[in-house]
C-alpha cells in the first residue's frame, strides 16, 4: 500500500503562480509513476501531467503545457507541480497519483488539495 500526501494547494490571481507537493510513503520502492489529475465538482477527473520515475521522463495534458512543470526530488519519492501563469479555467481540486510497476492504472491517491484561480 502507497500512502500519498499532497500540499501546497490555495488562493491565486490569474497569471500567478502556485506549486503543489506529493510525497509517497508505505510500499513507495516500486511506485513506476506519480502524476497530477485534477477535478472540477459534476465533471470527470482529468489527467495533468505525470513523471515516470524510473526514465525521468514526463508527460503533460495539453491545457497545461508550458504553464505546469512536474518534476521530482533527487531522493526521496516526491514530486512536485510548478504552475504558472495560473487562468481561472485551472480551478479544481487537484489529486496526486502513484501507479506500482506490473499495474495498468493508478492504483494510489492522495486526499486532494483545493486549487482556485480569481480572474
Known amino acids: 500500500q502507497v500512502q500519498l500526501v499532497e500540499s501546497g494547494g490555495g488562493l491565486a490571481q490569474a497569471g500567478g503562480s502556485l506549486r503543489l507537493s506529493c510525497e509517497a510513503s508505505g510500499r513507495a520502492f516500486n511506485i513506476y509513476a506519480m502524476g497530477w489529475f485534477r477535478q472540477v465538482p459534476g465533471e470527470e477527473r482529468e489527467f495533468v501531467a505525470l513523471f515516470r520515475l524510473n526514465i525521468g521522463a514526463t508527460d503533460y495534458a495539453d491545457s497545461v503545457k508550458g504553464r505546469f512543470t512536474i518534476s521530482k526530488h533527487r531522493v526521496k519519492n516526491a514530486v512536485y507541480l510548478q504552475m504558472n501563469n495560473l487562468k481561472p479555467e485551472d480551478t479544481a481540486i487537484y489529486y496526486c497519483?502513484?501507479?506500482?510497476?506490473?499495474?495498468?492504472?493508478?492504483?494510489?491517491w492522495g486526499q486532494g488539495t483545493q486549487v482556485t484561480v480569481s480572474s
Open positions: 497519483a502513484a501507479q506500482r510497476i506490473g499495474a495498468t492504472t493508478w492504483d494510489s
